[in-house]
């Protein structure tokens, strides 16, 4: 069967102005598309076939385009990951402090050669004079004002949740920076890996979807709405929060009593715990040598995992390895 989101891929092409952070070495770079597959081409952009071009970002601010952007700011992990796959470095002239971490960071090996680090820092950003500058829709408004007045072309996006959003954001930017052709590069690899995943899930359907839910140390979940939630619907299983209200990031409070109630047959744990490099390795071990949750399914069965945090809490193109890893720990005899 073909993945649902292909099937809307030249709807969101036609729409893609108005559409619209956290371990990996083997980042989707421009390299990359040529061992996978998908070479990019070196097509002439829109902006340069037709003159200037409009483009509106999650905020509904419309920015005017009229050359390739060549001094690109980017001060979110995810754009720093989607355009690391659009643009060559040279064009990127800084990041985010947050891509050169690679317990959180799909691109952190790529973005060493980058000079400039960042945080919303007003005076840092407007002394590199870039022509365009990706934040993020929460944004400090003030520091963005200031930007704006200061005559940068600013655009900001959403940490989307459902992989058709993020590819609708992915072809957004790549026509922001000139590269339509590779935006829809990208969009046909995420496809492609979702493809793979659902064609092995429907070969061999499983009478009942098996229950999993993730586990933080603050002793919550992510239910509906997150982008756990979409990464667990495509590795072919069911959340087990997913009935329960969540806040407006997705998450659910769930004491140890419930979490042995809802006795899901798969535990996810953090791969990473903020500030405090041994963390996910502790909470890992009190979980599983717990008494209280000793008749867990999923420490019983020793389906207690964790996936690289770079993965799971990724809204770029590499949420597909998120979607990947859980399939392969779900069920590993047809993803052998």
């Known amino acids: 069967?073909?993945?649902?989101?292909?099937?809307?891929?030249?709807?969101?092409?036609?729409?893609?102005?108005?559409?619209?952070?956290?371990?990996?070495?083997?980042a989707f770079s421009q390299g990359e598309y040529e061992k996978s597959g998908f070479k990019t081409l070196n097509t002439q952009?829109?902006?340069?076939?037709?003159?200037?071009?409009?483009v509106t970002d999650d905020l509904n601010n419309t920015v005017k385009i009229s050359s390739k952007p060549q001094r690109i700011v980017s001060v979110t992990l995810m754009t720093d990951e989607i355009l690391l796959s659009l643009v060559d470095k040279s064009r990127l002239i800084a990041v985010t402090t947050l891509s050169a971490d690679p317990e959180i960071s799909n691109v952190a090996a790529e973005v060493?050669?980058?000079?400039?680090?960042?945080?919303?820092?007003?005076?840092?950003?407007?002394?590199?004079?870039p022509d365009l500058v990706f934040l993020a829709n929460w944004s400090d408004a003030?520091?963005?004002?200031?930007?704006?007045?200061?005559?940068?072309?600013?655009?900001?996006?959403?940490?989307?949740?459902?992989?058709?959003?993020?590819?609708?954001?992915?072809?957004?930017?790549?026509?922001a920076v000139g590269e339509t052709k590779k935006g829809e590069n990208i969009v046909d690899w995420m496809n492609g890996k979702l493809d793979v995943i659902e064609e092995k899930l429907s070969s061999e359907p499983q009478?009942?979807?098996?229950?999993?839910?993730?586990?933080?140390?603050?002793?919550?979940?992510?239910?509906?709405?997150?982008?756990?939630?979409?990464?667990?619907?495509?590795?072919?299983?069911?959340?087990?929060?997913?009935?329960?209200?969540?806040?407006?990031?997705?998450?659910?409070?769930?004491?140890k009593e419930k979490l042995v109630e809802l006795n899901p047959d798969i535990l996810i744990?953090?791969?990473?715990?903020?500030?405090?490099p041994t963390g996910a390795d502790k909470f890992y071990k009190n979980i599983v040598s717990d008494p209280a949750l000793k008749n867990l399914k999923a420490v019983k069965n020793n389906r207690v995992f964790r996936i690289p945090e770079a993965h799971k809490s990724s809204t770029s193109q590499y949420i597909v390895y998120a979607v990947q890893d859980l399939a392969k720990l779900a069920y590993p005899d047809i993803f052998k």
Do not use: C
């Not at 952009?45 to 409009?54: E, F, M, S, V, Y």
């Open 1 to 26: 069967m073909t993945h649902q989101f292909k099937s809307i891929k030249w709807f969101i092409v036609s729409i893609t102005v108005v559409l619209f952070t956290v371990f990996s070495p083997s």
């Open 45 to 54: 952009a829109d902006l340069n076939k037709k003159g200037a071009i409009r």
């Open 112 to 129: 060493i050669d980058i000079p400039n680090k960042l945080t919303l820092n007003v005076e840092t950003i407007i002394s590199l004079n």
């Open 142 to 175: 003030g520091k963005v004002k200031q930007l704006k007045e200061a005559g940068l072309k600013v655009l900001q996006f959403k940490s989307h949740t459902n992989v058709s959003e993020i590819e609708a954001m992915i072809l957004t930017i790549a026509r």
């Open 207 to 255: 009478k009942e979807k098996l229950t999993v839910m993730d586990y933080g140390t603050w002793g919550s979940s992510f239910g509906k709405g997150s982008s756990w939630d979409e990464i667990i619907k495509l590795a072919g299983l069911k959340n087990a929060v997913a009935d329960f209200k969540s806040d407006q990031w997705g998450n659910v409070p769930i004491s």
């Open 269 to 276: 744990l953090p791969g990473w715990v903020w500030g405090d």
